[in-house]
């Protein structure tokens, strides 16, 4: 499978990362944070080329999903606060209503629905679902929801990206200058 291409800009900005990373409580490279974050992304922009899925919002789903997580494991209520934390940070978000109103849809449903009737929300989900590798499982075809996601290809490849890139790239999110501090 080749390598992931961005169809126009990110608009994933250093400051709004800076600022996530401010409030997030986690170690930042952990197992739901801003490794797997880009991991999300670069699967979210491979999803990004169905029909009718909306690239920002996914973009925007891969930093705040887990951005405001209490721990590692069990916290069934983060998703609700990492769309709060998207409220909150609604001027670093250039969505109009429809689409930032997906956005916290996907947020806050990510880990307790397994499906949803909008394609965006389904490639946020298969986004974030397609990188269970890094804590050893392999995507299950039948928990995916879009097309491309249940493409066997389509699941090596991203498992194959959640087992072995273990760091940010030079380029994380699409920008082409972040110095991670």
Not at 64 to 80: L, P
Not at 160 to 177: A, M, V
Request: glycine letters at 6%; proline letters at 3%; one cysteine or more.
């Amino acid at each position: 499978m080749q390598d992931i291409k961005l169809q126009g800009e990110s608009i994933i900005t250093v400051e709004l990362l800076e600022i996530i990373r401010e409030q997030y409580r986690l170690n930042w490279y952990g197992t739901h944070g801003v490794i797997h974050w880009n991991r999300v992304f670069d699967n979210g922009v491979k999803l990004a080329e169905q029909r009718g899925v909306n690239l920002k919002v996914v973009q925007l789903f891969s930093v705040f999903h887990d951005s405001c997580r209490m721990n590692e494991n069990q916290d069934v209520n983060h998703g609700k606060r990492g769309a709060e934390l998207a409220k909150q940070l609604r001027k670093y978000c250039p969505l109009n209503d429809a689409e930032f109103s997906l956005l916290t849809i996907a947020c806050e449903l990510h880990t307790i629905a397994l499906n949803y009737e909008n394609i965006t929300i389904q490639a946020c989900f298969d986004a974030d679902r397609l990188d269970l590798g890094r804590v050893g499982i392999y995507p299950d075809q039948e928990r995916l929801c879009t097309p491309m996601a249940k493409d066997k290809q389509v699941i090596e490849w991203a498992f194959e990206q959640s087992i072995y890139q273990d760091q940010l790239p030079e380029n994380p999110f699409g920008l082409q200058k972040y110095k991670d501090q």
